[in-house]
């Protein structure tokens, strides 16, 4: 796998490496270039070291699922149900948020 990304990687082929990704991280990675900028604020935001408090859903934590070293923690706001990833890492949870949702949604290019 990791050998077949350096490939696609050293000769330009996107689509082939985009295709070894999984799909939030190919959705992130092709919509890079379109981002405007009220995203761009959400990049410079996380680049100045103050993330913004929409990276993170509103609401009640109901419920955490814990699978190994991922676990979701699940936040309910009037009918809406988000989910925020954690992962293990050297025996401390932390936040995943290239996994998130609401990631995601606050980078998205805004359509015109």
Do not use: Y
């Amino acid at each position: 796998m990791v050998e077949a990304a350096r490939i696609a990687l050293s000769t330009q082929d996107d689509d082939a490496f985009l295709a070894l990704c999984e799909p939030k991280t190919a959705a992130l990675l092709r919509n890079g270039t379109k981002v405007q900028k009220e995203s761009g604020r959400v990049w410079k935001l996380l680049r100045d070291g103050r993330p913004s408090p929409a990276l993170l859903p509103k609401g009640d934590i109901a419920e955490v699922i814990e699978s190994g070293p991922v676990a979701m923690v699940e936040v309910r706001l009037a009918n809406t149900t988000s989910r925020v990833p954690l992962r293990l890492v050297r025996g401390q949870w932390r936040l995943d948020l290239i996994e998130s949702d609401t990631l995601l949604a606050a980078i998205r290019p805004v359509p015109r």
